[in-house]
């Protein structure tokens, strides 16, 4: 959590999740804000994931370089959370996939994927 106003929470969360990091990887990040309160939150997120991957399908063929995606998930979700204890927060929103070519970043395609609901549990001490 970076910041704290009478109403609002705001926190971020950035990772790395390194599959195989000689082929594929990904960085996710996320900012989000919930409402102060003692027990029940609403919450808005913006989840990202970068994607890189290093084999990637290329004019019939396969091209050997970092190819990158970006996954966006804006979210509206319900956080239960106390000051210590459980955590549990549920939500749902679209998602959507940019896509440039790796030969020609202008060209970004952008494709609505399934609509994502999620629950997560978690424990703050």
């Known amino acids: 959590m970076f910041s704290s106003s009478r109403s609002w929470h705001w926190e971020y969360n950035i990772g790395i999740a390194p599959f195989s990091i000689n082929d594929h990887f990904s960085f996710p990040f996320s900012l989000n804000t ?15 994931v ?10 019939g063929g396969m091209k050997k ?3 990158m995606q970006l996954f966006l998930n804006p979210s509206l979700c319900y956080r239960l959370q106390g000051a210590t204890g459980l955590i549990l927060k549920t939500g749902f929103g679209p998602q959507f996939l940019i896509d440039p070519p790796s030969d020609n970043v202008a060209r970004v395609k952008t494709r609505f994927l399934k ?5 997560t549990f978690g424990y703050q001490i």
């Open 65 to 67: 370089d970092y190819n």
């Open 34 to 48: 919930f409402t102060r309160g003692k027990l029940h939150h609403f919450e808005i997120d913006l989840r990202n």
């Open 115 to 119: 609509p994502v609901a999620f629950i």
């Open 50 to 59: 970068l994607y890189f991957t290093k084999f990637h399908p290329y004019n």
